[in-house]
């Protein structure tokens, strides 16, 4: 692939297509019925590994990392296009797209150097250690504490709702290093290696019951000073980064797995009504339908703005609260829309595709809880972006 065709787009779409189909065969890892997650994690696994191998996974990601360079919005076509052919469940590629341009900004160039690669290769997992059984959307008032030792800091304390920590070889860990009490000021955040002795990381069951993240305990773990990101007192910073990255290239990859899903839906259904004969899908599940669509494509328009506002070199802020919104939003419209045009699928079949609408369909609820929740973002809407006061 030549630099000039991975500056043109609709090129470098075009070549991508061309390999995934030339490979379709070997990309796909089998299994039966819906996926587990440890199946998950295979699969996304192999696609990371298969895609960096033949370089584009590599394409969006700085050459000092191991990247090729050129715009993030390669990223974007390549999460894409894997999405939508169903070749890696799209949840899996955050750990990527939010923690890996945050440590590339606050690592030193010789941890970047060395970590970055394995984790765009697949022989890595990341996680985000943000929230603590007390500390949710009030982030700034976190206690897991570090306290400077002899080299490095001594991290004692506990982390909850850890994505994929069980599987994981390094964690984005936000501590408190400043008195307790001293809010935003007093954070610094740590790369740690998960494997470090005192580390526990015990699996929780979500609705769906899939075990997908973890509480996880730190006593008396030792990291060391060239694993602080940033300076020391700067992890609020951080962490302000982190969530507008969650919110990018992340949220391209699932919003068009969302349309994809919702093209499938509409297809099934209409598929029942033309069998039975009828003249076409009746008024109440066009509606649904209708209604599911239009939330994806108001999330994806908005999204696209995002991608080219990331890749024009623009900050992302406040401002993608409302991706958020419009995410969670539209996830939750489509598998309400998917349970009420599908009467008793959701809730009864056990085909392949009736356990993935269900395992889809459960998970949708966490989107407004996961990466702030809908409450959270209202709020920042109203008081950043309307300027409506702050009650
Ligand atoms: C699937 C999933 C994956 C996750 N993965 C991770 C992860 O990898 N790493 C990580 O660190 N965390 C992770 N989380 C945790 C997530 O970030 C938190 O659940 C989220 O920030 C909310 O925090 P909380 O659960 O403590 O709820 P709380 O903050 O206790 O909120 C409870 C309720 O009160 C509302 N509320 C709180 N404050 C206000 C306010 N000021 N105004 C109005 N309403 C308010 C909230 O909207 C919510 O409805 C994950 C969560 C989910 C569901």
Redesign the pocket.
């Known amino acids: 692939m030549s630099d000039a065709i991975a500056d043109d787009l609709p090129s470098f779409r075009r070549e991508l297509n061309s390999w995934l189909d030339d490979n379709e065969g070997e990309l796909r890892l089998g299994h039966v019925g819906h996926p587990t997650l440890d199946e998950d994690l295979a699969q996304f696994t192999h696609i990371k590994r298969a895609l960096f191998d033949a370089g584009w996974g590599r394409h969006g990601w700085p050459v000092a990392v191991g990247g090729l360079g050129g715009s993030s919005m390669l990223r974007a076509v390549v999460g894409e296009e894997i999405a939508t052919r169903d070749l890696a469940e799209p949840g899996m590629w955050s750990m990527i797209e939010v923690l890996a341009p945050t440590v590339i900004a606050y690592g030193s160039p010789a941890l970047i150097a060395e970590m970055i690669p394995p984790l765009l290769r697949g022989d890595e997992t990341w996680?985000?250690?943000?929230?603590e059984p007390n500390?949710?959307?009030?982030l700034a008032s976190l206690s897991c504490r570090a306290t400077a030792v002899e080299g490095g800091w001594s991290v004692s304390g506990q982390?909850v709702?850890?994505?994929f920590a069980q599987f994981a070889e390094r964690c984005v860990l936000l501590t408190r290093t400043g008195e307790p009490g001293s809010a935003h000021r007093g954070i610094t955040a740590l790369f740690v290696d998960v494997d470090s002795p005192g580390i526990t990381a015990r699996p929780i069951e979500?609705q769906n019951g899939t075990l997908?993240?973890c509480e996880v305990f730190f006593d008396d773990v030792f990291v060391p000073n060239e694993r602080i990101l940033g300076a020391v007192g700067q992890g609020w910073q951080v962490a302000m980064d982190v969530l507008p990255y969650e919110r990018s290239t992340a949220f391209w990859h699932r919003g068009a797995y969302l349309h994809h899903r919702a093209d499938q839906l509409i297809a099934t259904v209409a598929g029942i009504a033309g069998a039975d004969g009828a003249a076409a899908v009746d008024t109440g599940q066009a509606r649904l339908l209708g209604e599911a669509f239009q939330a994806v494509m108001a999330f994806r328009c908005r999204s696209r703005a995002t991608q080219h506002r990331l890749a024009g070199g623009g900050q992302l802020g406040a401002e993608t609260s409302i991706d958020k919104i419009l995410i969670a939003t539209a996830e939750q419209t489509l598998f309400n829309a998917a349970r009420d045009v599908l009467p008793g699928v959701i809730e009864f079949d056990d085909d392949a595709e009736a356990q993935r609408l269900r395992w889809e369909f459960l998970y949708s609820r966490?989107a407004t809880?996961?990466?702030?929740?809908?409450?959270?973002q209202r709020?920042i809407v109203a008081r950043r972006l309307l300027d409506l006061g702050s009650e």
């Open positions: 996680c985000q250690g943000f929230s500390t949710g959307s009030d982390k709702w850890t994505s979500i997908e993240f966490a809880i996961y990466g702030g929740t809908a409450e959270i709020n």
